[in-house]
C-alpha cells in the first residue's frame, strides 16, 4: 500500500468521526456468527430480505426507507477462462439509486448463494445510502465507491468487506477468484487497523474472524500505529 493510500485512509476515517460521531466507535463488531445472522440461510429471496433488514439495523439505515431488486449475474473474465480459472468482478454485485425519495438497492442473483458476499454488498450498497442519500458526498465525488467501501468499516460491518476482497475456491479441481468492492486487501487491512487503533484496540478479538491476508494487513497496520505513536 502506497503513502497516499494511507493518508487517505488516516483523513477519511476522521471525517467520518466528524460525520457520524464518536459513538459508531463504541458499538459491537459485527460479525459472520449466529449472533448477527441467526439460522440456516438457504437463499432465498426472503431470506436476502431479512439479511437486508439486519444490516440495515447494524449500519442505522431505516429499513422501511430501502427497497430491494435482483439483477442477473455479470461477466466472466475471458483471460480466466483462457486458463482454466474463473474470475469475476463484483464491483457491480450491487447496484443504488434512488427513486420517489426511497434507496433502491439491487442485489445480484447469484449474492443468495455466498452470504458472506451477499453481507458485504449490501453493506457496500447501505454505505450509499447513509453517504449519498443523506447527503454528505456529491454523485460525482472522484472517490465515492472507495469512500463506500471505507465506511462500512467505520460503521462496524468492514469484516464482511474486507473478506470479500478477494476470494479462492475450488470446484471440480477448476479454480475461481471473486473480487469484490473497491479497497485492496492491504487497504482493508489498514482501515480496519486504523479503526482498531481510534477504538482503543491493539490486539482486537474480532481480528480472528478475518481472512488471512486481510488479518496478516491488520497486524502489520497496527504495529506501524503503534510505532507511530512511540
Given amino acids: 500500500m502506497v503513502a497516499a493510500e494511507q493518508a487517505w485512509i488516516d483523513e477519511n ?4 468521526r466528524v460525520q457520524f460521531g464518536d459513538r459508531w466507535l463504541s458499538r459491537p463488531v459485527v460479525l459472520p456468527t449466529d449472533d448477527y445472522f441467526p439460522g440456516v440461510f438457504t437463499g432465498s429471496p426472503d431470506e436476502v430480505r431479512a439479511a437486508v433488514a439486519s444490516v440495515c439495523s447494524y449500519m442505522g439505515v431505516d429499513v422501511d426507507r430501502i427497497v430491494v431488486e435482483f439483477h442477473e449475474t455479470g461477466r466472466d473474465d475471458a483471460l480466466a477462462r483462457a486458463i482454466g480459472a474463473a474470475s469475476s468482478w463484483s464491483g457491480a454485485a450491487g447496484h443504488y439509486r434512488t427513486v420517489d425519495g426511497k434507496a433502491v438497492v439491487s442485489l445480484e442473483e447469484s449474492l443468495a448463494g455466498s452470504p458472506r458476499l451477499l453481507v458485504a454488498t449490501i453493506a457496500h450498497e447501505l454505505a450509499h445510502a447513509r453517504l449519498l442519500g443523506e447527503g454528505r458526498v456529491a454523485h460525482d465525488r472522484p472517490d465515492q465507491e472507495p469512500l463506500t467501501d471505507l465506511l462500512t468499516v467505520y460503521l462496524g460491518v468492514g469484516l464482511f468487506a474486507a473478506n470479500a ?14 473480487r469484490l468492492g473497491y479497497l485492496t486487501e492491504p487497504m482493508f487491512g489498514y482501515a480496519l487497523a486504523r479503526y482498531a487503533w481510534m477504538r482503543g484496540e491493539t490486539d482486537p478479538a474480532w481480528g480472528r474472524f478475518l481472512d488471512t491476508n486481510p488479518r496478516t494487513f491488520l497486524k502489520k497496520g497496527l504495529r506501524y500505529l503503534k510505532h507511530s505513536a512511540g
Fill in 165 to 178: 476482497s478477494l476470494e479462492f475456491a475450488s470446484t471440480a479441481g477448476r479454480w475461481s477468484a471473486s
Fill in 13 to 16: 476515517m476522521e471525517w467520518f
